[in-house]
């Protein structure tokens, strides 16, 4: 593998190190937090909200400014309010760095899907973002396994220490090894705003279904994290952690995900994948450990390959400001990821997990609802090029 496409990988791994992390942590932050599900849901929430509202910024300015200059700098400066995070003396102090941690990782995600439909053909692209969705799960899997094992033994506190050490070391070896982009130019069609990329009905389905697949995915691991800090179950810190090793389940099957979507077309590939994904969740209403995590990992195995058929459609049906365009994709996402870090919580302390997962299983058939017709007036593109400007590769 060359150095261009390990960096790709490893700018998934930086946008998720620190985002749900604290995860890992929840048991030990809401006991801070005064045990209040609610609060604890939010400080996965607030993150996400600062992911969605700054998304639309960062395409734009890597319109402008470039794709690799903006990867790079966000990806330093995301080591900054985890820091903060670690130091903060109140529950408000620590949401609110939370939210300044969202605001910066647009930059390394949003633009790499850029980065990446601009210096690959199409066929190709739809390999190297499955790499990137790869990265993603990778730097998800070790920013929480880093942070229970961490917070078992030295606190939540050092916890975060270490996140920010490791989310640095990323960053740099992204700095050494992406090179500058070489076939991107900035066209006049930078000047297509937001009201012109949602007036197209293919990126309105592509953007309802990344909401409902993040929205899954926060909700189902907020919530059975609590589940399982709870009796009978009783895992601390460190195990919740270990639980989600279910992620590598996801590095090994989702860089398939490339060769998946070239064979059956994104719509069938997003309706297959929600269908695994709710077969694992309904695997997790047992009372049995190993049982949960099985359906964990095709849970989340399943999202993983709806969002690399989601994100891969956005940056192909996007000929122009393709950045912004992604932007607007991970904006409808993390607003999807914040509300399923909240709106599951009445449900999980009247229901329990079970009403939980009959939540998500309506995101489900919203998402396939609306990414069906959106996914099918996509023309099938050349398998060898991609049209970037009105010029094609």
Not at 78 to 91: F, G, H, V
Not at 108 to 114: C, N, Q, R, Y
């Amino acid at each position: 593998m060359d150095r261009r496409r390990i960096a790709v990988t490893l700018a998934g791994a930086a946008a998720f190190l620190t985002l749900y992390a604290p995860q890992s942590l929840l048991p030990l932050l809401r006991t801070w937090l005064g045990r209040d599900a609610a609060l604890a849901g939010l400080v996965i929430s607030a993150g996400t909200f600062g992911v969605a509202l700054a998304a639309p910024f960062a395409g734009m300015l890597a319109d402008r400014l470039g794709r690799r200059r903006v990867i790079v700098t966000a990806a330093f400066l995301t080591a900054i309010p985890t820091l903060l995070m670690a130091a903060a003396p109140t529950p408000a102090l620590l949401l609110l760095s939370r939210f300044a941690e969202g605001i910066f990782l647009p930059g390394i995600f949003a633009v790499t899907v850029a980065y990446t439909a601009d210096e690959w053909p199409a066929a190709q692209a739809r390999s190297v973002t499955a790499l990137y969705v790869a990265g993603t799960i990778a730097g998800g899997f070790c920013g929480r396994l880093t942070a229970g094992l961490v917070g078992e033994f030295a606190g939540w506190r050092f916890a975060l220490v270490a996140l920010a050490c490791l989310q640095f070391l990323v960053a740099w070896l992204i700095r050494r090894w992406l090179p500058k982009e070489t076939r991107y130019r900035e066209p006049a069609a930078v000047r297509v705003g937001a009201l012109e990329l949602l007036a197209d009905a293919r990126l309105r389905g592509a953007y309802a279904a990344g909401f409902a697949i993040l929205f899954a995915l926060v909700g189902g691991f907020t919530y059975i994290t609590l589940r399982l800090s709870e009796p009978p179950f009783n895992l601390g810190p460190a195990a919740l952690s270990a639980l989600f090793t279910v992620y590598l389940v996801g590095m090994v099957i989702t860089p398939m995900s490339g060769r998946i979507l070239n064979r059956y077309g994104h719509a069938r590939t997003l309706a297959i994948a929600w269908s695994v994904s709710i077969a694992g969740l309904l695997l997790t209403l047992g009372s049995s450990l190993p049982l949960i995590v099985v359906g964990l990992c095709l849970f989340s195995g399943g999202l993983f390959i709806a969002q690399t058929s989601a994100t891969s459609f956005v940056g192909e049906a996007a000929a122009h400001a393709r950045a912004t365009a992604v932007g607007l994709y991970v904006t409808c996402y993390y607003i999807g990821g914040s509300v399923g870090g909240v709106l599951p919580a009445p449900l999980f302390e009247h229901l329990g997990w079970p009403g939980v997962v009959a939540l998500i299983t309506c995101a489900a058939a919203f998402s396939v609802t609306m990414a069906q017709r959106a996914f099918r007036l996509q023309p099938p593109q050349a398998p060898h090029e991609v049209e970037i400007g009105g010029e094609t590769l």
